[in-house]
């Protein structure tokens, strides 16, 4: 390999996209319920209408408008959840389809949707294989619903890049890249550097046989740049949310006092050439 040449990703080990993808589908089927109750008033689930969120630092959609006008337009939103994303598009105009691996996620959207004027097809399928037409959408979005979970995020991003047509936009938030560094914990233990940010092992938990029931990849900065421009994307903006003074809830690891010091979130703007 010349000298000069990117290095790829190390190999992620026993963690591939099949057992991911089995492990987070049944993760979420089992913690749906949960985690609504404990996040499912901040990212808007029981709000008619639905909210459109980015991330724990509560960076809204109606205020940063970075999939820019949304009605009249084929939207397609990765790892919709519970879709209180997709439900919120829905009201302004958008056509949205919602996509999650997780049935019980999805319940919970068919629930909440009977607050709604109108109703969002929603889809149980992996964001490795998008079961759509190439050329199907305006607009392709994740808040934090997808791209942690994969494997292999190059193909999702290839995949994105299939199913939009030409000129369309794919904006995405996940974990910041930063975050691998430190342990999941809010308070000063979690400021303390731990690991390699080169260290591209994913985090993964097993049951007592050594099935994996957990798994979540990590991506260098530099990955990601390269996965979006290797799909033929091109990369508009990265947004690295700021802590905001009023919000004094903590969300696993984010919190006050570690989104004073490094971002959590990275928003990544991108779109498919004409």
């Known amino acids: 390999m010349p000298a000069d040449s990117p290095r790829p990703p190390r190999v992620l ?11 987070n589908r049944s993760w979420w089927d089992a913690e749906a319920d949960a985690y609504h109750v404990e996040h499912g008033t901040f990212i808007g689930s029981t709000t008619p209408g639905g909210e459109f969120v980015w991330g724990p630092e509560r960076l809204r959609e109606s205020d940063v408008r970075l999939l820019g006008d949304v009605a009249g337009r084929d939207v397609l ?17 958008a056509r949205v389809v919602g996509l999650d691996v997780s049935a019980g996620m999805l319940a919970h959207a068919v629930d909440a949707m009977r607050l709604d004027e109108r109703r969002v097809p929603l889809v149980q399928a992996g964001a490795e294989q998008l079961p759509f037409a190439d050329s199907s959408f305006d607009i392709a979005c994740s808040s934090f619903g997808a791209i942690p979970f994969v494997a292999d995020s190059a193909r999702a991003m290839r995949e994105v890049a299939r199913v939009l047509r030409p000129g369309g936009r794919w904006v995405f938030a996940t974990n910041h890249p930063m975050r691998w560094m430190f342990l999941d914990d809010p308070g000063p233990e979690g400021l303390v550097v731990r690991m390699s940010y080169f260290d591209r092992t994913p985090y993964s938990e097993a049951d007592d046989d050594g099935v994996i029931t957990y798994a979540e990849h990590h991506r260098t900065m530099g990955d990601r740049i390269r996965e979006i421009v290797g799909a033929g994307l091109v990369l508009d903006d990265v947004v690295e949310p700021e802590w905001p003074d009023d919000l ?3 969300w696993g690891q984010w919190s006050p006092l570690r989104g004073s010091h490094f971002p959590g979130t990275a928003v990544f703007v991108t779109h498919k050439p004409e």
Do not use: F, K, N, T
Request: aromatic share 4%; net charge negative; hydrophobic share 30%.
């Open 248 to 250: 004094d809830q903590e």
């Open 13 to 23: 080990g026993d963690v591939d996209s099949p057992a991911s993808e089995r492990a």
């Open 77 to 93: 939103e990765i790892g919709c959840g519970s879709a209180p994303c997709a439900r919120w598009l829905a009201a302004r105009g």
